[in-house]
């Protein structure tokens, strides 16, 4: 484990390094663990995003996700290459592509999902029981400071 700063650093500070550890543990346990590669966190947010708005364009997707539309173009190619996602064209606007996920997404996006929640779960049950339901307590809160800030 990395070394956790120290209690004269502010609370956002600690927070966001916690935040950080807590992610990198998450990804290593998936690239141990999971069945299949695990799609780079862009990919994967682009996958989660495509499957809740299916039809969502490139542009739409850019906004929402706050990348170059160049960028999610190019994660857009490469999902399309890898089978995870299908484009088709606007009726109105053939320069505008729609994007839908495949079945095989949709299964991997379920699949990493819950094989992240498995590992924090582990974890949760490896801390006192007051403290893993602060935890789950603060979901809500963690909820409102991603809308707050995305």
Not at 66 to 74: E, G, R, Y
């Amino acid at each position: 484990m990395t070394e956790r700063p120290t209690s004269d650093t502010s609370p956002t500070t600690r927070f966001a390094v916690l935040l950080s550890d807590l992610h990198r543990v998450v990804d290593r346990r998936m690239a141990r663990d999971f069945p299949h590669p695990k799609p780079p966190e862009n990919q994967l947010a682009l996958l989660r995003l495509v499957g809740g708005r299916e039809g969502i364009t490139v542009r739409e997707a850019a906004d929402v996700l706050l990348m170059q539309p160049t960028n999610v173009s190019t994660l857009v190619s490469q999902l399309v290459e890898a089978g995870l996602l299908t484009r088709a064209q606007d009726d109105q606007d053939r320069r505008v592509a729609h994007l839908h996920v495949t079945d095989e997404a949709r299964a991997r996006i379920e699949g990493a999902d819950a094989a992240m929640g498995d590992v924090l779960a582990e974890g949760l049950r490896r801390v006192d029981p007051a403290q893993a339901d602060a935890v789950l307590r603060a979901l809500p809160a963690l909820a409102a400071l991603l809308d707050a800030l995305g």
